[in-house]
C-alpha cells in the first residue's frame, strides 16, 4: 500500500476553509432573490452589531473594574502610608529621649488610672 499523494488542489481546499466558504456563499447568493440577498444582509449586519455592542459593554465593565482597582489601590496606599507615619512618630519620641522602660512605666500608669476610674464608677 503506497501512500496517497495529495493534489495541489486539495492542499488549497485544506488550507483555506474560509474560502471555501466565501466561495459557497457567493455561488448561493448568485441564486437568491434581491429579496433574500437584502435580508441576508440585514441579518448579518444586525450579528455584527450585537459583537460591537457586547464589546462596548464588555469595556464599559472593563473600565468600571479598572476605577475600583484605582480607588484600593489608593485606599491600600494610604493605609500604609499612614502606618509609616504612626512608625515614624513613635521613632522620633523614641530619639527624643524616651526609652523602652520610661514607655513601659507610662502604660503602667496608664492602666493604673483606667482601673481607678471604673472603680469610681
Request: contains cysteine; charged residues 45%.
Amino acid at each position: 500500500m503506497g501512500r496517497k499523494r495529495k493534489s495541489p488542489h486539495m492542499k488549497e481546499k485544506q488550507a483555506s476553509p474560509e474560502k471555501e466558504v466565501n466561495e459557497m456563499e457567493a455561488m448561493e447568493a448568485s441564486n437568491l432573490s434581491v429579496k433574500e440577498l437584502r435580508e441576508m444582509a440585514i441579518r448579518w449586519m444586525k450579528r455584527k452589531e450585537d459583537k460591537f455592542n457586547n464589546m462596548c459593554k464588555n469595556q464599559e465593565e472593563m473600565k468600571k473594574n479598572q476605577e475600583e482597582m484605582k480607588n484600593d489601590f489608593t485606599a491600600i496606599k494610604n493605609s500604609i502610608e499612614s502606618i509609616n507615619s504612626r512608625l515614624e512618630e513613635s521613632e522620633d519620641r523614641l530619639r527624643k529621649g524616651l526609652n523602652p522602660s520610661e514607655l513601659e512605666d507610662k502604660v503602667g500608669k496608664n492602666t493604673q488610672a483606667e482601673k481607678l476610674l471604673e472603680k469610681k464608677n
